[in-house]
């Protein structure tokens, strides 16, 4: 089954810490992974892909096969980074170009 | 705004009755997606249009129906409503199918809510 698991609903941190935003998927294939981003009162919106591997707003995630994890992190936590993120996946090469999305997390960074 | 775009924001209505919900891709892009997010299930994929045509179908109620028009907006419609319909519905667009390293870009949503 095509599936991906976001285990914590709401992950809250204080400004500078560090942040892990967990993302494991189940999937036959080949997958693309992706991590959007939705700021209050704001579209869904691409944060950053796998197959870049480029950091976006001092954000980074890695793809592991072989534990099958697509982890967000960011080294310090800033206010403006408190968001839903929601890891999402699309198989390479398939028929179908919808995203299989994750139930997301809500990211708090306090002051 | 040359971003996605979808009419209404908010949508009131009761059991039973029809709503259309529409959508306007981004110029250029061929493709438009619906997605339903609820808050048990998330973001589910109902269905895609590419070009006019359907192209694949996902979690889609049998009441539920769509279609991508000449100017490549698509309407969504949803008939016979129940309450368990109340969500919030996005419209999504890319240039292709939605292949590899394909952006998909979301509008902004609409919120039903179904008494």
């Known amino acids: 089954a095509q599936r991906v698991t976001q285990p914590e609903k709401l992950l809250s941190v204080f400004k500078g810490a560090p942040v892990e935003l967990k993302c494991n998927y189940s999937?036959?294939?080949?997958?693309?992974l992706f991590w959007y981003v939705q700021y209050s009162r704001q579209r869904l919106q691409l944060l950053l892909r796998?197959?870049s591997r480029e950091s976006i707003k001092g954000f980074t995630a890695d793809l592991n096969k072989g534990e099958t994890s697509f982890h967000l992190k960011k080294p310090f936590a800033q206010e403006e980074d408190s968001a839903m993120y929601y890891c999402?996946?699309?198989?390479?090469?398939?028929?179908?170009?919808?995203?299989?999305f994750g139930k997301g997390t809500k990211l708090s960074v306090k002051p | 705004d040359s971003g996605v775009t979808q009419t209404p924001k908010h949508l009131i209505t009761a059991t039973g009755q029809r709503v259309t919900l529409r959508c306007s891709p981004r110029?250029?892009?061929?493709?438009v997606y619906w997605y339903q997010q609820s808050l048990d299930q998330g973001l589910q994929f109902l269905i895609q249009?590419?070009?006019?045509?359907?192209?694949a179908k996902g979690n889609i109620l049998e009441r539920f129906s769509a279609q991508q028009f000449p100017d490549l907006h698509s309407e969504l419609n949803l008939s016979s409503l129940e309450l368990g319909d109340s969500a919030l519905y996005f419209c999504?667009?890319?240039?292709?199918?939605?292949?590899?390293?394909?952006?998909?870009?979301f509008g902004p949503g609409t919120r039903l809510l179904v008494l």
């Open positions: 999504a667009s890319s240039v292709g199918v939605g292949g590899f390293q394909e952006t998909q870009y």
């Open positions: 999937y036959s294939g080949s997958p693309e």
């Open positions: 796998h197959i």
């Open positions: 999402a996946l699309r198989g390479i090469g398939g028929s179908q170009g919808n995203l299989i």
């Open positions: 110029s250029g892009d061929l493709s």
């Open positions: 249009y590419y070009n006019g045509e359907e192209r």
